[in-house]
């Protein structure tokens, strides 16, 4: 085992998994505190990645996708739902760049003004269409007197069913109160999702209600307890119909 | 919804947030490097498939535990599903001839050609050209010891017992494969 000060020798066998169990750990106890090392383990890395292209590409049987989606889509599988302090800030704002290109000063503007004009359009037409299946919807939500500088937009995945809140502009709350996701249909309102922003108001949570998202007629956002209410009791700050 | 100019990371993103339609984009764009590797290491059909819905159900199960710092989409994958496959190896307790394994018998030549994405099976094309370009220029004793480390999970110990070399020898020449290659690849200067 060398002594040098790098150990870059020894990475392109630690990154094919050639090395002994004791050599191993050894390596990566050094990357873990080796930054040179580890842009070399990056390097080498990269060369493992392109040996799987040595290998003819074939298809699996369509069963492993059906499987697959299957498997995702049941009730019994968990979801990831990591915190909202572990997402990175505009996440969503890099997922709605790629959907709505060109890309505009404010995403959530944008995002609003397209699903606005759509309502518009939708609402003015003499024959309502329903939405086509399959394609992805959003619903704008706009500030009340309680949070007038606030924006949002509920984000509908393309079967319907699941989604998510995007927010920007909401103050901040205390460590006591969050803000709680209203889904709204015949007057009658179910939990959305509970979150928090960040200090610059922006905040995200993904929205799975267990029933189809289109089912619902509007959304609203309200200041609760932390945790959440079983039903709305404090000041509403945003809000939008579908 | 078209993902096709969503990129992987983003892709990453939603399927954290539980959107499943993001997760069958990213099957759709990575199923056949996946299973391909898979059945490149296991030799068994029916065993690559269950690798390769493991592997999709734990990208869906741990994407928020992706790091994007640490390693691009493609990687992740192909570093689960090879390390998911030489696993099921060695749990078969698979016998390895080391003598006579080659590159040849991992890589014949006829590669099926995509139809639903053409430019994904375009870059696919080109990798593969290029990789297996590389691959050609390793001396043979090289692209020995490369297999029996990449697709058969062996360590420096094992591939000195299964080719009666010595041990140093085969640590020399896995080390010198891999510079190659990586030179040949990005172009770029080492420094060891």
Known sequence: MTKDLHVTDLIPAYVLGALDGDEARWIAEHLAACSVCRETLV????????????????????????????????????????????????????????????????????????????????????QKQPVPAGQMQTVALL???????????????????????????????????????????????????????????????????????????????????????????????????? | MNYSTVDDQTLIKL?????????????????????????????EKTAAEEITLDIFTKVWEKAATYQPERAQVKTWLVTLTRNRAIDWLRRQQVRVDGSSISWAQISPENTPASADNPAHATETKLRQERIRAAVAQLPPEQQQVVVLAYFKGRTHREIAELTNLPLGTVKTRLRLAMQKLHRLLFDEHMSV
């Not at chain 2, 399927?15 to 030799?43: C, G, K, T, W």
């Open chain 1, 143 to 242: 500030g009340t007197d309680a949070a007038p500088d606030a924006e949002g937009v509920m984000i509908i995945g393309a079967d319907g069913r699941d989604g998510a809140v995007v927010v920007e502009h909401l103050p901040p709350l205390d460590e006591t109160h969050q803000y709680q996701l209203w889904l709204i249909k015949n007057g009658k309102r179910t939990s959305g999702a509970v979150f928090s922003v960040d200090e610059e108001g922006y905040g995200v949570a993904p929205v799975r209600p267990g029933r189809p998202l289109t089912d619902f007629s509007a959304f609203g956002i309200t200041i609760e307890p932390a945790g959440g209410s079983p039903a709305p009791t404090g000041q509403k700050v945003l809000g939008g119909s579908l």
């Open chain 1, 43 to 126: 390097q080498y890395e990269m060369v493992m990645t392109e040996l799987a292209y040595t290998a003819p590409q074939t298809e699996p049987s369509p069963a492993v996708k059906q499987k697959l989606m299957a498997r995702v889509r049941a009730a019994d599988t968990p979801a990831p739902v990591p915190p909202i302090a572990s997402l990175p800030q505009n996440s969503w704002w890099n997922a709605l760049l790629t959907l709505f290109k060109p890309m505009p000063r404010s995403l959530i503007a944008t995002a609003v003004v397209l699903a606005i004009v759509a309502g518009v359009w939708w609402f003015a037409s003499p």
């Open chain 2, 15 to 43: 399927i954290a947030q539980a959107m499943p339609d993001a997760l069958e984009a990213l099957y759709q764009r990575y199923h056949r490097l996946v299973f391909s590797l898979a059945l490149n290491v296991v030799f």
